[in-house]
């Protein structure tokens, strides 16, 4: 299992939320250098597949600094709820929540995807960005998010994939391996959680892979969409 410390004690989960804290204070600034503002782009394109629902209620799962579940208020939704293990990610996250006033609308809760506060059947859409690769069991997580979903409701995943075609794959697994690691170090001072992205990312299912891990949480893949020549992709699943 790839941990963020490689050579330290404390399971995945504990690292992860240890990781997150640390870098909290320097994660939205990383992630507009680190990915150009792209990610940004990811986001709305995540929010444009919920459109159409009437009022829906919403939970945005390891929320983290809360851009996805900021974005999706977008929608006019009743409720959002943003759940994530960090407390430092959710200090930042209700700040720019207040900011923004919408304190009213999103709700936010220090919680751990594999065992979610919240009753079964609950929720219209489920939504993750980024944060599946993270969890510690991600069967466990997948299951929890398709139990807190009613029937028909979506979950929708954002997560990085590796691009597969020239001359994207060979740029792409550069930037990825080479810069982003040297960059993201200095910026987060923090060398080993940007030695973790990458080599989280290499070796997470994707595709095929990850639909089948879907599958096996009791959702159905309805479609897969790449982003930006295939850098992260978005899984659209429902629950039958
Ligand atoms: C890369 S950040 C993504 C944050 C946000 N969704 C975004 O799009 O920027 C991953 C987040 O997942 C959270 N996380 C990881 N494992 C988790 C778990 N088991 N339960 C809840 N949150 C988790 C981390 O604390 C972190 O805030």
Redesign the pocket.
């Known amino acids: 299992m790839i941990k963020p410390y490689q050579n330290t004690d404390g399971s995945k ?1 504990e690292q ?2 240890s990781m ?1 804290d640390r870098i909290a204070p320097r ?1 939205d600034l990383l ?1 507009r250098l680190l990915s150009f503002g792209i ?1 940004r782009m990811w ?1 709305k394109n995540v929010v444009k597949l919920l459109k159409g629902l009437q009022a829906p209620m919403i939970l ?6 809360g ?2 579940a900021i974005e999706i208020c977008k929608i006019d939704p009743v409720e959002v709820y943003g ?4 407390p430092q ?1 959710l200090e930042f996250a209700q700040k720019k929540i207040q900011q923004k006033r919408l304190h009213m609308t999103i709700t936010l809760k220090e ?4 065992n979610l506060p919240f009753e079964s059947n609950f929720f219209d859409a489920v939504t ?4 599946v690769r ?3 069991n991600l069967r466990k ?1 997948l299951a929890e998010m398709q139990r807190v979903l009613r029937p028909g409701g979506k979950l929708i995943v ?1 997560e990085f994939s590796k691009p597969a075609s020239f001359p994207f794959k060979q740029l792409y697994h550069f930037y990825f391996t080479r810069i982003l690691p040297w960059w993201g170090g200095l910026i987060s001072r923090d060398k080993d959680a940007y030695r973790y992205l990458p080599a989280s990312v290499l070796q997470f299912p994707e595709g095929t892979e990850f639909e089948d891990e879907l599958r096996a949480a009791g959702l159905e893949p309805e479609k897969r969409i790449p982003q930006t020549f295939g850098i992260a992709t978005i899984y659209v699943s429902v629950k039958k």
Not at 60 to 65: I, L, R
Not at 83 to 86: E, Q, T
Not at 111 to 114: N, T
């Open positions: 989960k992860v939320r997150f994660y992630n990610d986001r945005d799962v390891a929320t983290g600094t851009d996805l759940v994530d293990l960090s990610m919680a751990d995807s594999e993750v960005a980024f944060g993270n969890f510690e997580g954002l």
